[in-house]
């Protein structure tokens, strides 16, 4: 896991963070549209920031599952994926890499999602990163939240078994938002944690919000022959309040 620190104007009221991933660039089922208006959506918005999930590029190879003749070459998918997301260069909090990502890495020794992170001057995460985010000014300093994200692992075809995944990590990480990729199910929601506040000397109920992120792929060719479900669309995120601790999450 890699501890990133983010500290972000102090002149904020909120933050949206976006969870953002799962592209598949290079797939002929890749969609490109909307992967274009969820970035102008961001980069539209001074207070939205982004955490890229990974999967950025399908890179499909001789010994991976999908179609190796029927994709854009390799080079071309990591062209594609920097000019793409260009627009969000500074608005970018981690850049996550994905198991699409990784197996390149396998193969070569390239790191493609590296190249991705360095394009948009934002830090690169193999694993998972755990970002202790400050911003806006609540009583004479910043407010601050904690935020946890991976790219994810197999879960199985149910959302159900995805949406355990999710869950599954507060039970290891504490923190205050939780996101993830991979599993082309869209799942913004929050929960109660109960702590006890030692400073006020009484329980205290803090939230926890938890998002995974839409794919920007259409169905078909291997999930369709595998029986999995189309993935779902949107763009889940989570509202982050400065002047109060509070958070929404929306869609």
């Known amino acids: 896991m890699r501890f990133l620190e983010s500290t972000l104007p102090s002149d904020l009221d909120s933050l949206t ?16 549209p909307g992967l ?23 890179f499909v190879t001789k010994s ?31 850049v996550c890499a994905g198991n699409h990502d990784l197996r390149i890495y396998r193969e070569t020794g390239l790191k493609p999602a590296e190249d991705i992170a360095v394009s948009l001057d934002a830090p690169y995460v193999e694993d998972g990163t755990l970002i202790w985010l400050r911003f806006g000014r609540y009583k004479g300093r910043q407010r601050s939240y904690h935020i946890y994200a991976t790219h994810g692992w197999a879960g199985g075809k149910q959302a159900g078994n995805k949406l355990n995944n999710l869950v599954g990590i507060s039970g290891h990480v504490d923190a205050d938002v939780y996101l993830l990729g991979h599993g082309h199910v869209v799942t913004p929601f929050k929960k109660l944690r109960v ?42 995120r989570v509202i982050l309040e400065a002047k109060k601790r509070d958070m929404e999450v929306t869609m």
């Open 64 to 94: 991976s599952k999908g179609e190796i003749f029927n994709q854009m070459e390799p080079q071309e998918q990591k062209k594609r994926a920097i000019a793409d997301l260009a627009p969000l260069k500074g608005r970018v909090l981690a």
């Open 195 to 236: 702590r006890i506040d030692e400073r006020a000397g009484r329980v205290r109920y803090d939230t926890q919000a938890f998002l995974s992120c839409a794919s920007f792929l259409g169905w078909g060719g291997y999930a369709e022959r595998g029986g999995y479900p189309p993935g779902a669309r949107g763009l889940p």
């Open 17 to 32: 963070i976006v969870p953002l991933g799962d592209f598949h660039i290079g797939d002929p089922l890749h969609d490109g």
């Open 36 to 58: 274009t208006r969820a970035i102008a959506w961001i980069a539209e918005r001074p207070n939205a920031y982004a955490v890229l999930l990974g999967d950025y590029c399908n």
